[in-house]
Nanobody, 130 residues
Framework: QVQLVESGGGSVQAGGSLRLSCAASGNAYRAYCMAWFRQAPGKQREGVAAIASDGSISYADSVAGRFTISKDSAKNTLLLQMNSLKPEDTAMYYC????????????????????????WGQGTQVTVSS
């Protein structure tokens, strides 16, 4: 099991930047596909960016070119650098982990073909004002 704790959310004006962090427990972090999701009020949770254990990375079309997902493996930390933020990026952002299988991959901001379900953090709020 993986425990996830997000930090780094806040309020920013349109065009600004924020960096989210997700601290993951244990060595199992290395065997997991990691992802960022977001959920705006009244909308479904959606994948934003994902990085598989083989290092392959994918983004949702809405954030490609503005957001960057990365891992700091030495610190067991998942990062999301968000630049050129827009009001429509306003949402609760969640870190997620999915236990990798040999066929696990990431696509369009999601992990696919993994074992079991996602583990979730508690979320961190991002608010972008116009």
């Amino acid at each position: 099991q993986v425990q996830l704790v997000e930090s780094g959310g806040g309020s920013v004006q349109a065009g600004g930047s924020l960096r989210l962090s997700c601290a993951a427990s244990g060595n199992a972090y290395r065997a997991y596909c990691m992802a960022w999701f977001r959920q705006a009020p009244g909308k479904q949770r959606e994948g934003v960016a994902a990085i598989a254990s083989d290092g392959s990375i994918s983004y949702a079309d809405s954030v490609a070119g503005r957001f960057t997902i990365s891992k700091d493996s030495a610190k067991n930390t998942l990062l999301l650098q968000m630049n050129s933020l827009k009001p429509e990026d306003t949402a609760m952002y969640y870190c997620a982990a999915a236990r990798s299988a040999p066929t696990t991959y990431s696509s369009r901001g999601y992990c696919y073909s993994f074992t079991g379900g996602y583990y979730w953090g508690q979320g961190t709020q991002v608010t972008v004002s116009s």
